[in-house]
Structures are given as structure tokens and as C-alpha cells.
């Protein structure tokens, strides 16, 4: 399917939504009632407009506004939530579970939050790098791709719809392999037909297991397929656990879960620099949310996790992810290949969290969705201005940088302490309540490997801290100075945020036991 025609068929899907919405609503516009639709609706919109246009500039002010105004949307139906509990939203007048409902509780709208505040800080970042990566005539055209992703991310966190889930992921992933192959290095073609490829592996597995539940459940409704999966399970066991098994494979393909990582770094390291960091900070953790949802509130209702493998499975694989990739960073020279395998290594321990499937240990993995969106943001972002001042990535090319770049080199070292989970930082707070969880678990080795990994990290951070600050200044770090003020507001911003969450868990910390709760809470004996 050709990018345009994804456009149109995404558009005219947008607004027969908006319609049906409305049609339910049957009453005068509303904004607050109408919230649900119009977080997606609003950067779907857009993307169409900014597809028409010509001019960079105008389409980056386009795509800032709108990334501005979600956060607020975000912010506002979370409020919702806690005041009146789960929003649902029918859409294509016909009510819930027979047409397709947006299904807003506190686990989505958590995870709508953090996609859309990444964006809306990721926008000032992209004005700068997106005018060097990509030639004038396509810039437009790059931010309607952009704000696709945005719409097909966010759409998969609200919609209650498995099949419904599967149609915004086509979106978001076809807008992510044209992000990364827009690219200027030729190897960028290459990590968008990797990851391609993965991922179309990866939605196919998705959308044979979403088939299994409907046969033997007849919905397509999450929700309601959480209240008969128990008597479809105790009639036909085979068929559910099929479909557990091709969604977890299907999902995991997305998130990147070791072994199955291998279209990450690349895709990572050689996509435009804007894409980077914003692919880095949300694509995979929409993914997790889809797994929580499926692994707890469909499947752990109905089916007691303890007693299926797959946790024995998750286990392992995550630590095998925090301890390998964490070990195959360290002999990385290209820093973006690096944080690549770094990222790697944290979702290991995100995933940690959902094999521990008890209080501390899922909120550990919730609050690590925003901290390491964070820190990774500010991480890559921080590489991501070496490469406009210098040209290059390679840390064996950048000694002395943290003296001709000494604001942007400080950003990666806060970030780099958060990766390590040093006190004070992001990072911190995640591994203290995934070593909660898992010493509450009785799994006292696991917790001591969560520290063991972490301190593999100290290795590959500190490589690159030893070379900017050690090592005399190199050629090409001599042309090295901090970014423009558009770059350094979101590098500054995003580390902030790694410090602030560090900091203060008043509001993050609770927030996430809070879904913790929602999540745990529902599961089978």
C-alpha cells in the first residue's frame, strides 16, 4: 500500500469516526465529551494538511501546534478518568461490544500522556535536524509522515477494538519505515526494510491470534472479550491459548524483546535524528501497553499466570536482554548503536516487571514506560546534536567533545546516570520497585540481577564519559559547539524531566501503582 493511499484510507476512516461519534452523542458538541475521538482525529487531520503542503516551516508549525494541544487533551482525560471512572466512546452509531468503542481507564490514559508529552517536546528539536536530514521539497511531507505515527500510536493506547488495534498499528509502523528510510545514510533504506519486515512478521502473528479470540469468544471488543474468554477457555483451551501465544510473539516482535531485536539498532542509529528520538521514546512502549493490556486484562482474567510457561519465558528472556544487549553495547563504537542495544537492555527490564505480575513489580514496569522515555530521549537527542555540529557518531572520533559541547555532553551524563540507575535519577526509581517486586516475589537472585546489570552499564556509559572529558580534543570535535536554542530547549526539557522523576514520585510513582492496581487486580487465581 502506497504512503498516499494509506493517507486517504486513514483519512476518510477518521472522519466516518468522527461522524459515528457524533451520531451516538446524538447532542450539541461538547468538547469534553468528545476527547477520546479527538486525540486521534486532530494529528490525523493535520497530517492531511501538512501532506498538501510545500512549505517546511509551515508544516513544522503545524505539527508543533498539534503536538502542543494533545498533552492537554492527555491531561484532561486522565483527569476524566479519576473522576469518573472508564470513559467509553462508541463510534459508527452502533453501541459497544458490536461497533468499535474507544476505551479510555487509567492504564491508557497514562500511556497517552507520555506519547503525546514526547512529541510536544520532541517538536522544537525537529526544526533544526529535520531542515539538515531531509531535502527541502520532502520536509512537509515528513511531518505529515510524522504526525501518522503520532495518530496510529495514539490510536492503538485508546481504542478498544483488538482488530481496531491491528489498523492503527498498519499506520503507525507504515509512517515509521518511511521515517526511517528518509534517512540520509543509504543503510537507513536497509533498517526500514529490516524493520519492515520484522514488523509485518511481527503484526501478522498479532492479527492470527486477535482471530483466535474471535472464533471462540464471537467479540472483537476487549472488554468483552475479558468476560468470555473464562467460559471459552474452560470449553476450548487449545484455541485461547493459540491465540495467547501469537499475540505475545506478535507484540514482543514490536517491542523489540530479545532475541527479537535485531531491526532495532539499526533502525535506531540511522533513521533522521528527529525520528530517533521520538521512535525511541514511544513506539516501543505503546507496544508494552499493548502487551500489559492483552497479558493481564484479557487473558490473566481468565487464566491463572502462574500456572502457563510464558512467565518462566518473559523471565528469562528479560534478564538474557538486560545482561546481553547491556554486554553487546559495550563494544559498540557508533554511540547511537550503543543507546540502541541500550534500549534493548531496558525493555528487558520493563518486561521484568509483567514476568514478576504482582503490585511492585508492574508499577515498576509502568513508571519505567515514562522514565525511560525520558532519559532515552534526552540521550538521543543529545547524540543527535554531536551529529549536527560534527558529522559523526562514532566515539572513537569524539575525544575531548564534552569541552567544545559541554551543555549537550552534561545532558548525556544525567542521562547516562539515569540508564545506571544512580539515586536522584529516572532510572533509580524504576529498579527500586522492579527489586521490590521481585524480592515481594521471593525471587531474591532476581533482584540481585537487577543490580548485577545495571552495573554492566557503568561499562558503556563510562566509555563514552572517559573519551568527552579524558581524552584530548580530537579534529572533529574541535568544530563542536552546543546546538541552536530549538535543539537545546528539548535536550534541556527531556533531562529535566530524567531529574525531576528521579526526584519527585509524588505524582509518576502513584500514578503508576495506580495502574499497577487496575492491571493486578483483575487476574485469575
Not at 202 to 222: E, P, R
Request: net charge neutral; aromatic share 10%.
Amino acid at each position: 500500500m502506497s504512503v498516499g493511499l494509506l493517507t486517504s484510507v486513514a483519512l476518510a476512516a477518521g472522519a466516518a469516526q468522527a461522524a459515528g461519534g457524533h451520531a451516538v452523542a446524538a447532542k450539541p458538541f461538547i468538547l469534553t465529551e468528545h476527547l477520546p475521538i479527538l486525540i486521534v482525529v486532530i494529528p490525523l487531520l493535520a497530517a492531511a494538511l501538512t501532506a498538501m503542503l510545500r512549505n517546511g516551516r509551515v508544516a513544522w508549525a503545524i505539527s508543533l501546534a498539534v503536538s502542543w494541544i494533545l498533552p492537554i487533551l492527555a491531561v484532561m482525560l486522565i483527569l476524566q478518568v479519576e473522576e469518573k471512572g472508564i470513559i467509553s466512546y462508541a463510534l459508527g452509531g452502533w453501541a459497544p461490544p458490536v461497533g468499535i468503542e474507544y476505551r479510555v481507564d487509567i492504564v491508557n490514559a497514562f500511556v497517552l500522556l507520555i506519547v503525546s508529552v514526547v512529541g510536544a517536546i520532541a517538536m522544537p528539536y525537529a526544526l533544526r535536524t529535520v531542515e539538515l536530514d531531509i531535502d527541502e521539497p520532502q520536509r512537509a511531507w515528513f511531518y505529515a509522515i510524522y504526525l501518522l505515527a503520532l495518530t496510529g500510536l495514539l490510536g492503538m493506547t485508546i481504542t478498544g477494538d483488538a482488530f481496531n488495534i491491528f489498523v492503527f498499528m498498519e499506520v503507525s509502523s507504515l509512517a515509521m519505515y518511511v521515517m526511517i528510510a528518509m534517512g540520509r545514510d543509504r543503510r537507513a533504506l536497509i533498517a526500514a526494510y529490516q524493520y519492515l519486515i520484522m514488523g509485518t512478521i511481527g503484526a501478522t502473528f498479532y492479527v492470527i491470534g486477535v482471530g483466535f479470540l474471535y472464533v471462540v469468544t464471537g467479540s472483537l471488543n476487549m472488554a468483552d472479550i475479558a468476560l468470555r474468554i473464562g467460559p471459552a477457555f474452560a470449553e476450548s483451551s487449545p484455541p485461547v491459548m493459540a491465540a495467547l501465544a501469537f499475540i505475545v510473539v506478535g507484540i514482543s516482535l514490536k517491542l523489540a524483546l530479545f532475541p527479537l531485536h535485531v531491526w532495532l539498532p539499526n533502525a535506531y542509529a540511522f533513521a533522521p535524528k528527529f525520528a530517533t528520538v521520538f521512535l525511541a521514546a514511544t513506539a516501543t512502549k505503546v507496544a508494552v501497553y499493548i502487551l500489559l493490556r492483552f497479558y493481564f486484562s484479557i487473558f490473566g482474567s481468565a487464566i491463572s499466570l502462574t500456572d502457563l510457561p510464558i512467565t518462566e519465558m518473559l523471565l528469562i528472556l528479560s534478564i538474557a536482554a538486560m545482561f546481553i544487549a547491556s554486554v553487546m553495547a559495550i563494544y559498540e563504537d557508533n554511540i547511537e548503536r550503543m543507546l540502541a542495544f541500550s534500549s534493548v537492555a531496558q525493555i528487558g527490564y520493563i518486561t521484568l516487571g509483567i514476568a514478576l505480575a504482582n503490585k511492585s513489580g508492574v508499577a515498576g514496569s509502568v513508571v519505567h514506560l515514562m522514565n525511560h522515555a525520558a532519559m532515552k530521549a534526552a540521550l538521543f537527542a543529545a547524540i543527535g546534536a554531536i551529529l549536527y555540529r560534527v558529522g559523526t557518531a562514532r566515539m572513537s572520533e569524539l575525544g575531548g567533545i564534552g569541552r567544545t559541547m559541554p551543555l549537550t555532553m552534561a545532558a548525556f551524563v544525567i542521562g547516562g546516570l539515569s540508564i545506571i540507575g544512580v539515586p536522584g535519577t529516572a532510572g533509580f526509581i524504576s529498579k527500586w520497585y522492579l527489586g521490590v517486586g521481585a524480592i515481594e516475589h521471593g525471587w531474591w537472585v532476581v533482584a540481585f540481577l537487577i543490580v548485577a546489570s545495571s552495573l554492566i552499564s557503568i561499562i558503556y556509559i563510562g566509555r563514552f564519559v572517559e573519551v568527552a572529558y579524558f581524552q584530548p580534543v580530537s579534529e572533529a570535535s574541535e568544530k563542536g559547539s552546543d546546538p541552536p536554542f530549538s535543539m537545546m530547549l528539548s535536550i534541556v526539557v527531556f533531562t529535566a524531566l530524567t531529574i525531576y522523576l528521579g526526584l519527585d514520585t509524588a505524582w509518576s510513582g502513584q500514578l503508576a501503582e495506580k495502574v499497577a492496581a487496575v492491571l493486578v487486580g483483575g487476574l485469575a487465581q
